[in-house]
């Protein structure tokens, strides 16, 4: 089994920034990609970034521009860095691990709030 860990999250100002982290607790599981998600207060979980195991990224339309997804495999983390925040980015943020046939892995999220 792995663990998916994710830190960083907090309370920002409109405008601010953070950056998320998520470290996988086994160096030798590989994903084929990962990804951040969020789900805000009464709305559906909702696919923010991805990132392949070759370093290809896809983002959500309302987020490009202002989100990097990054990875380190040396230190079996992906990072996202979120600038110019909006009250509406305001959700708790899962990590997302998928293997193949179907395989997938999450974490136990992290809260992100913007104020205005």
């Known amino acids: 089994q792995v663990q998916l860990v994710e830190s960083g999250g907090g309370l920002v100002q409109a405008g601010g920034s953070l950056r998320l982290s998520c470290v996988s607790s086994?160096?030798?599981?590989?994903?084929?990609?990962m990804g951040w998600y969020r789900q805000a207060p009464g709305k559906q979980r909702e696919l923010v970034a991805s990132?392949?195991?070759?370093?290809?990224?896809n983002y959500q339309d309302a987020v490009k521009g202002r989100f990097t997804m990054t990875r380190d495999n040396a230190k079996n983390t992906v990072y996202l860095q979120m600038n110019s925040l909006k009250p509406e980015d305001t959700a708790v943020y899962y990590c997302?691990?998928?293997?193949?046939?179907?395989?997938?892995?999450w974490g136990q999220g992290t809260q992100v709030t913007v104020s205005s």
């Open positions: 997302n691990g998928r293997r193949s046939f179907g395989i997938q892995y």
């Open positions: 990132i392949t195991r070759d370093g290809n990224t």
């Open positions: 086994r160096s030798d599981f590989t994903f084929n990609s």
